[in-house]
């Protein structure tokens, strides 16, 4: 579908090979970058850390967001990246089993571009990424970094 990097972040090991397994059958992206936690999240999006040195030409075309996460949790990987010019504008889809509605209101107040919950069926759960493929990685057009 696309020859575009998805950056997943995603502690639960079941839900990241899920979500794996998902791309993978919808030929979503060429390369899925995955980040188990908010620190190495903020890492590979801002090039420091393990990541130093990575080629800002790299960035992924979208962000796949849980909001539960370890070292930093996924609301404030968000405001970190709305607040740094270089990822102000990288589309972010909080994925998330949260179905609080302080989660959702937080996460749109903080910048995100879609909030959708994790289907627990993998039939349901691939349909979802199929579509988030097409339309983030296909349709959907961001400005360049300032």
């Not at 390369?31 to 040195?53: K, M, N, P, S």
């Not at 405001?79 to 749109?108: C, G, H, K, Q, W």
């Amino acid at each position: 579908m696309s020859t575009k990097t998805i950056l997943l972040v995603e502690d639960n090991p079941d839900d990241e090979l899920l979500a794996l397994r998902a791309l993978a059958k919808n030929k979503v992206a060429s390369q899925v970058v995955v980040a188990r936690d908010g620190a190495e999240a903020l890492d590979y999006l801002l090039a420091t850390g393990v990541h130093a040195g990575r080629e800002p030409d790299a960035d992924p075309a979208v962000v796949l967001l849980d909001l539960k996460l370890p070292k930093i949790d996924g609301l404030e990987v968000l405001r970190r990246i709305r607040e740094d010019a270089r990822t102000r504008f990288l589309p972010v889809v909080i994925l998330s089993s949260s179905n609080e509605s302080r989660d959702v209101t937080e996460s749109y107040l903080l910048g995100a571009n879609s909030y959708i919950r994790k289907p627990v069926d993998f039939a349901q759960f691939s349909e979802v990424v199929r579509q988030l493929g097409c339309y983030w990685l296909l349709f959907n057009e961001v400005p360049h970094a300032a």
